[in-house]
């Protein structure tokens, strides 16, 4: 999956002084993008016809980059100091890193008709990605810190609904819904927000072995907390449109290429320096043996 120039930023009037202290700036504008490169890497096993295991590995590679804008007017030794404690927030760097891995056990069987299908899961994420300490502490502070986190540190339990069934021909439509909630704080006292991303599409399938699909996803995300306290960057709802196609190849190969793009954002908090969307391209290999 590539995610492709999101954009975020804020307003600031801190600046660090030549020994490090926080001391207050002419007002000037943080501005941040980031582009993500993710691998998923998967597997399912079919314990019988109705019951499966789902476990799934990410890995991803999170490309910042930090630039200032001039609002008020500053003297050089003000943009000193501004690049300063720009440089604390924001970097010009590249993370890599593993993501919390996914268990599921899923239950699926026909409901209604013939051809349908309905899929529960339950499970849980597995705390394997790299956490921060808390960033707003070390900003005031003025040290070096970091936002972008790869994983929450804590057991999340998740649960999914998805259904599935043919209207004419080879046309079929679906939805599903799909929530992670965090229970608890890690131990760098960061608590998870709770997620819910919900989906409804249409699929075509043509000629026994190309498909043509589209679906809208939205999603919504709650408040993250640490030590109780709101963290302002998140909290947002945001929806998508997608369009893709999917192959069936020899030797029980299926390939499959999805572009999504943003329709809506909304943050929770006013002054959040949460993330805008860029479109997203995802390609997809499934294997079966």
Request: hydrophobic share 35%; proline share 4%; no cysteine.
């Amino acid at each position: 999956m590539r995610w492709f120039d999101a954009q975020g930023g804020h307003l600031e009037k801190k600046g660090l002084d030549a020994n490090r202290n926080v001391i207050v700036v002419p007002q000037h504008r943080h501005h941040v993008n980031l582009n993500i490169f993710r691998v998923d890497v998967g597997l399912k096993y079919n314990v019988n016809t109705h019951w499966q295991l789902e476990a799934n590995v990410p890995y991803e590679v999170k490309e910042q980059g930090a630039t200032l804008e001039k609002i008020e007017p500053a003297t050089p030794e003000d943009w000193r100091a501004i690049e300063r404690n720009r440089d604390v927030h924001h970097r010009n760097e590249t993370y890599t890193g593993f993501t919390d891995m996914e268990l599921l056990l899923g239950y699926k069987r026909g409901i209604f008709k013939n051809g349908d299908m309905l899929l529960t899961g339950l499970g849980t994420t597995l705390p394997i990605g790299k956490t921060e300490e808390d960033p707003w502490k070390l900003g005031d502070a003025g040290r070096e810190h970091l936002h972008i986190q790869f994983g929450t540190g804590t057991f999340n339990p998740i649960a999914n609904v998805h259904y599935s069934f043919p209207i004419y021909g080879g046309m079929s439509v679906s939805g599903s819904v799909r929530g992670k909630l965090p229970l608890y704080e890690n131990s760098k006292a960061y608590r998870a927000p709770r997620e819910v991303t919900y989906t409804a599409g249409v699929n075509y399938q043509f000629l026994n072995r190309i498909s043509l699909h589209a679906s809208y996803l939205g999603f919504y995300q709650g408040y993250a907390y640490w030590e109780g306290e709101r963290d302002i960057n998140t909290g947002l709802r945001f929806s998508m449109v997608s369009f893709g196609t999917s192959f069936a190849i020899p030797s029980n190969l299926a390939v499959a290429a999805t572009l999504m793009l943003p329709l809506s954002q909304e943050t929770l908090y006013a002054e959040s320096d949460a993330f805008e969307f860029g479109p997203l391209l995802s390609l997809t290999m499934l294997h079966t043996f």
